[in-house]
């Protein structure tokens, strides 16, 4: 396999847009567990009561990420969505706990989470209901972040539906500050980008300034094409929001769809490799209870959370396509780079991929060295910038090296091209 590369246009800086919001969490992306896509707005406790929206549910889940693992290998969040308020709030005005299904209160519940050494995240809208028609936070939001820290809650989850667009900043904005006046450190997960981009084009400046990840396009479904539209829209637009993703801040493509019906194995392994590759927020949506042993496995690899949680803090992106492959590509700490190689296709067998032809592949001048991750684990021990290595990959599937130049005289070059500058490089595969 040859190609034709052209570097095209040097577009903006690598270093984040704007100084990331002032709370000291995100530093790298947020990794835990959220219920919504797997358990939506289940509030039938009476003839589905392991599987609805209650504090059993959460509870459970903390109890097996502390047993199966899931703690020790980094995902330390439990998220409640939508629909666990009551309908009304209390004589003081303050969001309550729906009393049927959380009859300990939303206190309890996080001092449960808390005493297996994890973290509650909670949900809440900027405008006057939720997306479920709950109570919103439009006019409360001083009283819901104080109520959320008195209850010890560790990450907001703040949604825009039912809001007035052109406030959205302002709604945001507020509920930010609302949050750090609390004086408890409560990561921030803003939808902000994800309602305004139909009117007009966001300020990530603003949103990184206020936000710790948010979401920029549609909710995740547990399909390929789902899945497939977020890693598109990502790259039609990476030139203005990977510049604003950095340690404080982070695009987030949502959540992760693994271990439940839609995808299969490969698909789940493309899902996995590429939110490693963006620097996303891994929040699992599944059922930690009742999960497949090879998902646990793609979710719990060492390797590909190494990635995720790189200190160097940078996001990676589409670097090259063409014949129906896509290579994503992300600078790793110690001059190394991850490469990610998607085989779109979804007919067929196995398609070799000269990995040569990745545009990052100039790190191994003179040497590097190369570990295959996924599909298998595999050293591929040194090579040049002129070696041949082909690997295999999988209608739907997606190939996942790491790269480390051996010589240090290379470091500068790397330096500069991966560091210092972002560069979107429109590369053809013949």
């Known amino acids: 396999m040859s190609r034709a590369a052209c570097l095209l246009v040097i577009i903006s800086l690598m270093s984040p847009a704007a100084e990331a919001l002032d709370n000291g969490l995100a530093l790298k992306p947020t990794m835990g567990w959220l219920h919504w896509e797997r358990f939506m707005c289940n509030i039938d406790c009476d003839t589905d009561p392991n599987n609805c929206i209650s504090e059993h549910l959460y509870m459970q889940m903390a109890d097996v990420m502390v047993k199966e693992g899931w703690k020790e290998a980094g995902y330390e969040y439990v998220c409640i969505d939508d629909c666990w308020p009551s309908h009304q709030r209390d004589a003081q005005g303050r969001l309550q706990a729906d009393p049927k299904r959380f009859p300990g209160g939303i206190k309890k519940l996080a001092d449960y989470i808390h005493s297996n050494g994890l973290k509650l995240g909670i949900y809440a809208d900027v405008g006057d209901k939720t997306c479920a028609g709950y109570p919103g936070s439009l006019g409360y939001y001083e009283k819901d972040a104080q109520t959320f820290a008195d209850w010890d809650v560790d990450l907001l989850k703040f949604d825009g539906c039912f809001m007035n667009r052109a406030l959205l900043g302002e709604g945001y904005t507020n509920m930010s500050k609302a949050l750090n006046n609390t004086g408890r ?65 982070w695009n987030d493509p949502d959540m992760l769809v693994i271990g439940n019906f839609g995808l299969s194995h490969n698909q789940q392994e493309s899902q996995m490799a590429l939110w490693a590759i963006m620097a996303s927020p891994l929040l699992m949506s599944n059922d930690l209870r009742d999960i497949c042993p090879r998902s646990k496995e793609l979710l719990q690899n060492k390797r590909i959370i190494d990635i995720s949680q790189d200190s160097m803090g940078k996001q990676g992106y589409r670097t090259a396509k063409g014949n129906n492959f896509e290579v994503w590509e992300r600078p790793l700490s110690k001059n190394r780079l991850a490469v990610a190689v998607l085989n779109k296709l979804e007919t067929g067998g196995p398609r070799g991929f000269n990995i040569g032809a990745a545009p990052g592949w100039k790190i191994c001048g003179p040497q590097c060295n190369v570990t295959q991750i996924l599909p298998q684990y595999k050293e591929m021990g040194v090579q040049t910038q002129q070696s041949k290595i082909i690997v295999s990959v999988n209608p739907s599937g997606t190939a996942l090296l790491t790269v480390t130049p051996i010589s240090s005289d290379f470091t500068r070059l790397h330096k500069l091209n991966w560091q210092g500058t972002f560069v979107r490089r429109k590369h053809t595969i013949l």
């Open 185 to 249: 450190p409560i990561l921030y997960s803003c939808e902000w980008p994800l309602y305004e981009w139909p009117l007009k084009q966001p300020n990530y400046t603003a949103i990184r300034e206020t936000c710790n990840h948010w979401r920029n396009f549609d909710d995740v479904f547990d399909s390929w094409s789902s899945v497939k539209s977020i890693l598109d829209w990502t790259a039609a637009h990476q030139d203005i929001i990977v510049p604003a993703a950095g340690p404080g801040g």
